[in-house]
């Protein structure tokens, strides 16, 4: 497992942009699939963003999509959620995940499969 801190969340006013970062610990960071998830007030937590090893291979939630953009910087353990064109209903609880490290590459966007959280980060968007 890995330590995860998020930071950036923040108010904002609906279409306006915020950008999230997660500090992840330990060495072999590079090996780990990196996910965002979110949880509103009496919701579940969902899936919002993941990223695979390399940057490469990453899938979005269909309410995200074209808005959002996950990203990550092996050489500084940290991955990234920019969010723009920021809607009320993305108002949120926002966490960082992790599973890892793997033998092979593989992304996954079932909150069962991720096994180190954040402490989360809260993000409101005003209308």
């Known amino acids: 497992q890995v330590q995860l801190v998020e930071s950036g969340g923040g108010l904002v006013q609906a279409g306006g942009s915020l950008r999230l970062s997660c500090a992840a610990s330990g060495r072999t960071f590079s090996r780990y699939t990196m996910g965002w998830f979110r949880q509103a007030p009496g919701k579940e937590r969902e899936f919002v963003a993941v990223?695979?090893?390399?940057?490469?291979?990453?899938d979005y939630a269909d309410s995200v999509k074209g808005r959002f953009t996950i990203s990550r910087d092996n050489a500084k353990n940290t991955v990234y959620l920019q969010m723009n064109s920021l809607k009320p209903e993305d108002t949120a609880v926002y966490y960082c995940?992790?599973?890892?490290?793997?033998?092979?590459?593989?992304?996954?966007?079932?909150?069962?499969?991720?096994?180190?959280w954040g402490q989360g980060t809260q993000v409101t968007v005003s209308s």
């Open positions: 990223i695979g090893w390399s940057g490469g291979d990453t």
């Open positions: 995940a992790a599973y890892g490290p793997q033998a092979i590459p593989k992304i996954s966007t079932a909150l069962r499969a991720y096994d180190s």
